[in-house]
């Protein structure tokens, strides 16, 4: 499972519990939280790691700081940012599932086409869902040989 979580003062924690925090006053942590968690910002997260023991993904605080990229919120209108958040909290509070499955429900797979139709890169949706996918198979592979490994034994 990947996701960001949002605390309840202004910031964020992902899986890992590394927490983020808003440096400033005027920034739209909800926004935030929800570019964060779209597919593209899935993708920026599994893109940052690297695959641990069983399969984890390893995130260091140090790795987030200085390489995990997000969606630039300033290059949308305001009316698009609310239609994000509208979209987001239709399904944030519900239960974070294997990657595969959270990226294929309904109401998630709308939500990422209002963030992307937003940026104006609709058109990379297969592209990107297909990247995360393939990278998130390649770090969870693992699992499937070390479960191979384990029955012939």
Do not use: C
Not at 62 to 84: C, H, Q, V, Y
Not at 116 to 130: C, Q, S, Y
């Amino acid at each position: 499972r990947i996701f960001i979580a949002k605390m309840s003062t202004k910031g964020f924690v992902d899986q890992r519990l590394i927490p983020f925090a808003a440096k400033s006053a005027d920034i739209d942590v909800d926004l935030h939280h929800a570019l964060l968690n779209s597919l593209l910002g899935l993708l920026m997260i599994e893109a940052s790691g690297f695959g641990r023991g069983l399969g984890a993904l390893d995130l260091s605080a140090t790795k987030i700081r200085d390489g995990l990229f997000m969606l630039n919120p300033a290059l949308i209108s305001e009316e698009a940012a609310d239609k994000i958040k509208e979209f987001f909290a239709a399904f944030k509070d519900e239960e974070v599932l294997p990657l595969d499955e959270e990226i294929s429900k309904d109401k998630r797979v709308n939500f990422d086409r209002e963030v992307l139709t937003a940026f104006g890169i609709a058109e990379f949706e297969d592209r990107i869902r297909n990247s995360l996918l393939q990278i998130y198979a390649v770090r969870t592979s693992v699992l499937t040989t070390r479960h191979a490994l384990a029955a012939e034994a």
